[in-house]
């Protein structure tokens, strides 16, 4: 049995860190773990032009702790009226590495997303061109569309024919939860990869519904049936190329989630990587961590790999019930549970 493990320092390929207070009291978490992050534009009012992306960078630099080795990746937030000009002049500049596609309503500020892609093929097409990957939470949001079966159905009417229309676009179908999506993956070029979060290789469905709602389990997209945390967990620990970390940690005030209309979203920054390696620990890939956390990512973004290598052991890890960081109680994923392992 290996009690010790060495890899190369990971990367976090998704990832909410807010902003103003809340950034101020979470982005330690993430710059601990990680030497870079793609962070999420979905802010209120949401990042959409370069000089947004360069200012917030500039609050997340200056939310790290003093000599914190993090890098944060900026994303633009695809709007119907984002402008091709823009995006490219700002992914020629560095201040982009990718885009970002909210359909309108489907997560936590994004009531500014795309109503239809068909009103942003020019910038799609542009993207292509430039070689930008764009990013897709893939979920329709049809009213009458089942809340599980949204990335499944997203799959069929808009992702597929996406494809067949701009076969040559780099693009991450991001925090991956069915079957369906491991198989459109599998199945697309080399240009197509997908992030895969802790909680839907840890839990399921069950988790947020059995013996009372559970907010703390309660994410977007949701966690689905086991067969579909099954087919995430072989997908993740497969050693495919196609895989890679990201974390899709979304932190809420306990008050903003033990609430009548709770928020959706998971913290679990503060134990990211311990969280992975218990699940290829449990299939047995422990060797396929490094590729999944800390290879893929890079190769996929055409990016250096991270020098710096981080050590864990096989070691009791309690978390606790609750964190209190910048004024906010925080609860992670796993509180008042133990991991099983911990960066040394």
């Known amino acids: 049995m290996t009690d010790t493990i060495t890899i190369r320092r990971p990367d976090d390929w998704h990832v909410h860190l807010?902003?103003?207070?809340?950034?101020?009291?979470?982005?330690?978490?993430?710059?601990?773990?990680?030497?870079?992050?793609?962070?999420?534009?979905?802010?209120s009012p949401p990042v959409t032009s370069a000089a947004d992306a360069a200012a917030y960078r500039d609050r997340i630099m200056a939310a790290l702790p003093t000599g914190s080795d993090f890098t944060p990746l900026m994303t633009c937030y695809l709007t119907?009226?984002?402008?091709?000009?823009?995006?490219?002049?700002?992914?020629?500049?560095?201040?982009?590495?990718?885009?970002?596609?909210?359909?309108?309503?489907?997560?936590?500020?994004?009531?500014?997303?795309?109503?239809?892609?068909a009103h942003i093929m020019p910038v799609l097409e542009r993207m292509?061109?430039?070689?930008?990957?764009?990013?897709?939470?893939?979920?329709?949001?049809?009213?009458?569309?089942d809340i599980f079966d949204r990335e499944?159905?997203?799959?069929?009417?808009?992702l597929e024919k996406l494809i067949?229309?701009?076969?040559?676009?780099?693009l991450v179908f991001e925090h991956i939860t069915t079957e369906?999506?491991?198989?459109?993956?599998?199945s697309a070029g080399p240009n197509v990869a997908a992030t895969i979060t802790p909680h839907h290789l840890l839990i399921n469905r069950n988790a947020m519904l059995v013996g009372g709602i559970r907010p703390h389990a309660y994410c977007l997209p949701v966690a689905k049936r086991e067969l579909h945390r099954l087919a995430l967990r072989k997908?993740?620990?497969?050693?495919?190329?196609?895989?890679?970390?990201?974390?899709?940690?979304?932190?809420?005030?306990?008050?903003?989630?033990?609430?009548?209309?709770?928020?959706?979203?998971?913290?679990?920054?503060p134990y990211a990587l311990e969280s992975y390696a218990a699940v290829f620990d449990e299939e047995g890939a422990l060797?396929?961590?490094?590729?999944?956390?800390?290879?893929?990512?890079?190769?996929?973004?055409?990016?250096?790999?991270?020098?710096?290598?981080?050590?864990?052991?096989?070691?009791e890890n309690p978390v606790p019930d609750d964190i209190q960081s910048g004024g906010f109680k925080l609860v992670p994923f796993h509180a008042g549970s133990a991991l099983e392992w911990q960066i040394l």
């Open 235 to 269: 997908a993740a620990t497969s050693g495919s190329p196609k895989y890679f970390l990201g974390t899709d940690s979304a932190p809420h005030e306990i008050h903003a989630k033990e609430s009548a209309c709770g928020c959706a979203g998971i913290f679990n920054a």
């Open 152 to 158: 499944a159905v997203f799959i069929e009417r808009i």
């Open 180 to 186: 369906q999506a491991v198989r459109f993956v599998d």
């Open 18 to 43: 807010r902003d103003g207070a809340m950034l101020q009291a979470v982005a330690a978490f993430t710059a601990k773990q990680f030497g870079r992050a793609i962070v999420m534009p979905n802010l």
């Open 287 to 315: 060797d396929r961590l490094e590729g999944f956390a800390s290879l893929h990512g890079p190769k996929f973004y055409g990016l250096p790999v991270n020098e710096a290598t981080v050590r864990l052991e096989r070691r």
């Open 164 to 170: 067949a229309k701009l076969p040559d676009l780099k």
């Open 80 to 117: 119907d009226d984002t402008d091709s000009d823009d995006i490219a002049a700002g992914h020629a500049a560095g201040i982009f590495t990718a885009a970002k596609l909210y359909p309108a309503n489907a997560t936590t500020n994004s009531a500014h997303g795309v109503t239809d892609v």
């Open 128 to 145: 292509q061109q430039i070689g930008m990957p764009l990013l897709v939470h893939g979920e329709v949001t049809d009213g009458d569309i």
